[in-house]
C-alpha cells in the first residue's frame, strides 16, 4: 500500500533531499546543476525559513520538497516589507506531473500565510506556475531592483489577495543563491555524489529565452 506524507525536513532528511535536489534538476537548466549545492548551504544562511522546508514522502522515500528564503520588496519611498521566495521546489522525475509540486506549494502557502506572510516572488518556468495563481511580475508593478526590469521569469503569487495593489515595488533577493557562484565549490560538493553525465537539453535553451527576456508591454 502506498503511503504519501507531507512533513517539515529535519536534519537526517539533509542529504537525501539533496540528492533529491541533484536528480530533479540534472541538466534541466544547464549542463548539470548547482542547485543541490545550494540547498546544502541555504540551511545555514540566516534568510533561509526552516518553518517552510516541507518534504513530500512515498512510502517513507522523500520524492519532493519545497524550501524557502527570505525576500523584500521596497516600495517608491523606500519601505521595506519582507516577503518569500520559493526554491529549490522539486519533485523526482518519475513522479513528476502528478500534482505533487502543486500540493508543496498549496500547502507551504497555507503555513505561511498563517506565519503572516502575504506575498511569494520567484523565478521559475512560467509554466509550471501560472496555473498555480502566479502571475506576470509586470501586473503587480513588481521590478528588478538590480535594472528596473520586469523580467519575463519573475513570477508573482499574492498569498492575500490585492496584497500588492496600489504601489509600485522593487524586488530585492536574497544573498543566499550566492555560493553557487563559486564553481569551484559547487563542483567539489558534487563530487561526493556518484557520477552522472552531463548534457544539453532543450529546457536550457526555453530557460535562457525566458530569464534573459523582459516583460514591455
Ligand atoms: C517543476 C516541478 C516542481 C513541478 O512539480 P510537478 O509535481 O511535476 O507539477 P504538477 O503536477 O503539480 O503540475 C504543475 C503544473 O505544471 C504544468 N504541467 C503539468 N504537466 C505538464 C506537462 N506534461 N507539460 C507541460 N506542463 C505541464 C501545468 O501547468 C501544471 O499545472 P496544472 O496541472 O494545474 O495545469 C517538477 O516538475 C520538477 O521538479 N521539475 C524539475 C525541477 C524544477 O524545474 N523545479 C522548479 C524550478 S523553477
Given at each position: 500500500m502506498?503511503?504519501?506524507t507531507m512533513r517539515l525536513e529535519t536534519e537526517k532528511d539533509y542529504r537525501a533531499v539533496e540528492e533529491l535536489t541533484r536528480e530533479a534538476f540534472w541538466n534541466v537548466y544547464k549542463p548539470?546543476?548547482?542547485?543541490?549545492?545550494?540547498?546544502h548551504m541555504m540551511r545555514s544562511h540566516p534568510d533561509f525559513i526552516p518553518e517552510l522546508a516541507f518534504v513530500i514522502e512515498l512510502d517513507g522515500k522523500?520524492?519532493?520538497?519545497?524550501?524557502?528564503?527570505?525576500?523584500?520588496?521596497?516600495?517608491?519611498?523606500g519601505e521595506r516589507k519582507e516577503i518569500l521566495s520559493f526554491g529549490p521546489l522539486c519533485v523526482a522525475p518519475k513522479y513528476q506531473r502528478q500534482k505533487?509540486?502543486?500540493?508543496?506549494?498549496?500547502?507551504?502557502?497555507?503555513?505561511?500565510?498563517k506565519m503572516g506572510y502575504d506575498v511569494n516572488i520567484n523565478f521559475g518556468n512560467p509554466g509550471n506556475y501560472v496555473s498555480r495563481g502566479f502571475?506576470?511580475?509586470?501586473?503587480?508593478?513588481?521590478?528588478?531592483?538590480?535594472?528596473?526590469n520586469f523580467p519575463t521569469a519573475l513570477l508573482v503569487a499574492e498569498l492575500v489577495p490585492g496584497a500588492l495593489d496600489g504601489k509600485k515595488w522593487m524586488y530585492i533577493s536574497s544573498t543566499a543563491a550566492?555560493?553557487?557562484?563559486?564553481?569551484?565549490?559547487?563542483?567539489?560538493?558534487?563530487?561526493?555524489?556518484?557520477?552522472?553525465?552531463k548534457k544539453w537539453m532543450p529546457s536550457q535553451e526555453e530557460f535562457y529565452?525566458?530569464?534573459?527576456?523582459s516583460v514591455v508591454r
Open positions: 502506498n503511503k504519501l548539470g546543476a548547482d542547485e543541490h549545492y545550494f540547498v522523500i520524492i519532493g520538497n519545497i524550501m524557502y528564503t527570505k525576500a523584500w520588496l521596497e516600495d517608491e519611498n505533487l509540486g502543486k500540493r508543496l506549494i498549496e500547502h507551504s502557502f497555507e503555513v505561511a500565510r502571475v506576470s511580475c509586470k501586473k503587480k508593478n513588481v521590478s528588478f531592483i538590480v535594472d528596473g550566492d555560493c553557487c557562484e563559486d564553481t569551484t565549490a559547487v563542483e567539489a560538493f558534487d563530487s561526493t555524489f556518484p557520477t552522472k553525465e529565452i525566458y530569464s534573459h527576456s
